[in-house]
Each structure stands twice: as C-alpha cells, then as structure tokens.
C-alpha cells in the first residue's frame, strides 16, 4: 500500500499500527500503536503527514531518523519510538 500520500489520520484504524525501521546499519524495527503516535502528533500540531513522520521520531538505539514507516496489521511492541515521553508542552 503506497501511504506516502497520506496522512496519520488516513490510515488510523482499530488494527492498524506503524512499523518503523530505523537504517540498515542500525536495524532496529519495531510496530508502535498508531493511534498513541496520532494522538501525539495532534496534541503537538506537528505535520502528520505519513512521508513526513519520521521528523518527530528517534530511533531509541541510535537517536537517529527512521528511515522506513508503514502500516501493518502487527501487534505493537518495543522497543519504542520517540516521541520519548508523555510530557506535554515541556
Ligand atoms: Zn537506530
């Protein structure tokens, strides 16, 4: 599914999650809860925009970019991507 086009609001549903991978050299991937990471970008007014997610997101190994996102059907898990925190307006 080409997702690029769309924004976290699109593809938000009851089984639906993000897989985010981080760069070849670092490998590590994980499914974060879409609806958590939705919640997140509105409350910060941040782009939600799918080819412009990873701006807001860490990688929790490296602290670098994730360089893939997409949407699966997986159970999420950790390790967790950024946003670090729930603290808000910090
Ligand atoms: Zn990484």
Same mark, same amino acid.
């Given at each position: 599914?080409?997702?690029?086009? /769309?924004?976290?609001? #699109? +593809?938000? %549903?009851? &089984?639906?999650?993000?897989? *985010?991978?981080?760069?070849?050299?670092?490998?590590? /991937?994980?499914?974060? #809860? +879409?609806? %958590?990471? &939705?919640?997140?970008?509105? *409350?910060?007014?941040?782009?939600?925009?799918?080819?412009?997610?990873?701006?807001?997101?860490?990688?929790?190994?490296?602290?670098?970019?994730?360089?893939?996102?997409?949407?699966?059907?997986?159970?999420?898990?950790?390790?967790?991507?950024?946003?670090?925190?729930?603290?808000?307006?910090?």
């Amino acid at each position: 599914m080409n997702v690029r086009s /769309k924004t976290l609001s #699109d +593809v938000t %549903r009851p &089984d639906a999650n993000l897989h *985010i991978q981080c760069s070849f050299h670092c490998a590590n /991937k994980s499914i974060v #809860d +879409v609806k %958590r990471v &939705d919640r997140w970008y509105r *409350i910060h007014l941040w782009d939600a925009h799918m080819s412009r997610l990873g701006k807001h997101l860490r990688c929790s190994k490296c602290l670098g970019r994730p360089e893939h996102i997409k949407v699966t059907h997986q159970m999420p898990n950790g390790p967790r991507w950024g946003p670090q925190n729930d603290k808000i307006g910090s």
